[in-house]
Every structure is written in C-alpha cells, then in structure tokens.
C-alpha cells in the first residue's frame, strides 16, 4: 500500500478558515432563514477596480488574435509587469530592488509555503504567536517540527508571543534562530512595526546568520507615512530577508491571484558542504520547475494598478476598508470591548469580553447575532481570549453586524 506524508497526521485539527466554514455550514442548514454576515476571512467584497477590469478584457482582446496571443509566459513574471513592480513599490521608496529580483506568482500564500523547497530541514525557526497558520502549518507538513502539545504548539518551532502586554511586539528572540516569520501589518493583531523595530530585525538576523521571511501583504493599509512599507527600506535587509507581496487585498485580486515575491540577489545560504550558495538562483529554478507563471490576462491587469487610474481606484478601495474598520473599532469601543488594530490594517483585533473564550465568542456571534469571526486561539496559543474581525465587507453589513453586537 503507499505510504502518506505522516507529516500531515500531525496537524491536530482542521485549518482554521475550513473549521469556521465547518462551523458556519452546520449552522445554516439548521438555521436556513439567518440572515449571517461574515467577517471572519479577510476576503476583499468590493468589485475589481476599472482600471484592472479593462486591461484584462483588452488582454482577452489580444488573446484572440495570432499577434496577441500568448502562450506561456516566462515563469518570473512578464519583465513589463516586474518593471512597473520595482519602480512604484520599491525604488520609489528608497528601496533597492531590481525587476530581476521580483518573481510574479499567484499568491503569496503560496510563496511563503513554497519558499520552504529551497531550505534545509535543519532550520531553527521561529515565529510570533499569535500567527497567520500558514507559516506553521507549512513546516508542520514538510516535517520540520515535532509533534504539537497540548497547548497547540509544535516541537521544535520558537514561538514568540504577542500581545496587548508588549504592544503587540514579538521580543528579539534571546538565542539565535534561522527563520525568522515576521507579518506587518500584522494578521490578525493588525500591530505595525516601525523602522527601528524592523532595524532591530535586521541587525539581529545579520549578526545570526538568519534569514526573514517578511509578509507585507497589507502594506497598502498603513496610515502612517513614517512607517516602512518594505523591509527594504531598511539597511541591510538585501543581505537577510525575503519579501512577500499580494495584490490581493489592495486590488481585489483574492478571485483572480496575482502576488510577487522578492528574492535579493547576493542573499546567500549555506549547503551541506559549508559553502554559500545565493538563494536567487535557488528560487528562480524551483520557479522555473514547479510554477508556469500568472496568466497573461492576469499579469496586464495587475500592470494597470500602477497606472494614474489605478493608483486612484486603488487607494480609494483602501480607504472604503479602513473606514469600515474605524467604524468597527468606534462601535465595539463604544459597548465596552477592548480593542486593538484596524487603524493601519483591515482587521480588528479584540479583547473577548467576560472572560470568554475564543472559540466560545465564535459560537455566541454565531448563534446570537448571526455575525461570523474569526477565534484568536486558532492563531496561536497566546491569541487565546482574543478575536479578529475582518473589515472586508460592504458598509451595510458592517453597520448591521455592529448594530447587532452593540444588542447582545
């Protein structure tokens, strides 16, 4: 009989998003007539920009004649696309990033997964907690960890919490480490980070040897103008970090899947064999092997989101997000709730009120007020008695969730 990835025997429960869908299918078919709002997956509900729409229909015009069609593409990433990439959201911030060095792909869920092909399983890695599940169950399944305790954390993994005690700061971990997950905008706390912060990071991974994996994929969402979008904004971060980035949340591309990754070269690793060996080379032929690229289609309507319309649509969908969340933070405020985020990210981050606890919270909105969120425990173990909710949704749903919470 073949034998199974034991690895996956591992994960103790279900992964969190399909668990809330679990959850929220067995209550409908038992409550045919409830009216559920859902603000738990941070998936975008506003229409595609225009800019996007009508260059992916003229691509599609393109498509259908013998001098427009495209077959594949390159796997990096059509070089228009990953030329307008460098310049808007890069070199125009100080950063220096080369087109070559972005790699187009269809998700930087799936980046950050598949990142872990090119690195050794030996890797000390550590991880805030709370934490978006994907970084941990990703190591979980390529068996970098050992099995999980009864408080939900796996063996082998450093886990640095997070919390309203230090403002939501994962500590410079006190021994050294090799993987380092840092999230900004963080999900789900939606806690920022500054540059000296990151500095902190960076100068930290230098002195070790380390590599983060830094996932911006909120970066859009930040009010701040002092606050650093990239890592590479910050000296030092070429030799030390990779970058993941989505134009799933800033340009409704959740339906559409588009994201990049950035991969300095002159980033190195070490083999076996004590040598270096620049990690560029690695991920441009894992690319080259596993992935045949982001459609045509796809990659001409992420190159709008760079043009003067786009940029416009752009922000203006940004800011519909943001004022659902300060509408969210200023009614939960309002009927005593402990609130935290939302002012810098499309997710509140909330305190659960009379001690109850998270997946307990769920079950009540659920129940009570037809509103569904997302339980901070299935985070990680210190986002027990903390809960998430997302901005994403139209302004009368979140005006009607809010009315029904501030009821209960």
Request: glycine share 10%; hydrophobic share 40%.
């Amino acid at each position: 009989m073949v034998q199974v990835n034991s690895n996956y025997l591992k994960l103790k429960a279900g992964y969190l998003f399909p668990e809330i869908a679990r959850r929220v299918k067995s209550f409908s078919e038992a409550n045919p007539n409830s009216a559920l709002i859902r603000l738990g997956i941070g998936d975008v509900t506003e229409p595609l920009p225009l800019a996007c729409r009508e260059a992916m229909k003229a691509a599609i015009d393109e498509m259908g004649t013998n001098a427009g069609f495209h077959g594949y593409g390159p796997e990096q990433g059509y070089g228009w696309l990953r030329d307008a990439i460098a310049k808007h959201d890069f070199q125009a911030r100080g950063c220096q990033i080369s087109p070559e060095e972005i790699f187009v792909s269809d998700g930087s869920k799936c980046d950050s997964s598949n990142i872990l092909d090119i690195l050794g399983s030996g890797n000390r890695i550590a991880v805030t907690d709370p934490v978006y599940p994907v970084y941990v169950d990703s190591n979980v399944m390529a068996g970098r960890t050992g099995e999980a305790g009864d408080n939900g954390r796996y063996g082998g993994l450093s886990y640095l919490p997070i919390s309203a005690d230090n403002g939501f700061a994962a500590q410079i971990p006190n021994e050294p480490v090799d993987l380092i997950y840092l999230c900004f905008p963080n999900n789900p706390t939606g806690a920022v980070a500054t540059k000296e912060q990151l500095k902190a990071w960076v100068d930290f991974a230098r002195s070790n040897g380390s590599l983060i994996l830094f996932d911006a994929a909120y970066e859009a969402f930040i009010q701040d103008p002092g606050l650093p979008h990239s890592i590479y904004e910050i000296e030092g971060a070429r030799e030390c970090a990779i970058e993941f980035r989505s134009f799933s949340k800033n340009a409704g591309f959740t339906g559409t899947r588009c994201a990049f990754t950035v991969v300095p070269k002159g980033l190195k690793g070490k083999a076996d064999d004590g040598s270096e060996v620049e990690l560029w080379g690695l991920w441009n032929r894992r690319q080259s092997t596993k992935f045949n690229g982001v459609s045509y289609i796809i990659q001409r309507g992420a190159e709008a989101v760079y043009s003067d319309q786009g940029q416009q649509e752009i922000k203006a969908l940004v800011n519909f997000y943001m004022e659902n969340a300060a509408i969210i933070r200023r009614e939960l405020s309002a009927a005593g709730i402990e609130v935290h985020g939302g002012e810098h990210a499309p997710y509140v981050w909330l305190k659960t009120p009379s001690g109850i606890d998270s997946w307990g919270f769920f079950d009540h909105l659920l129940q009570k007020a037809n509103v569904v969120g997302t339980p901070g425990s299935g985070f990680g173990a210190a986002g027990e008695g903390y809960f998430r909710l997302s901005a994403f949704n139209s302004r009368a749903n979140v005006d009607e969730a809010m009315r029904r919470i501030r009821a209960l």
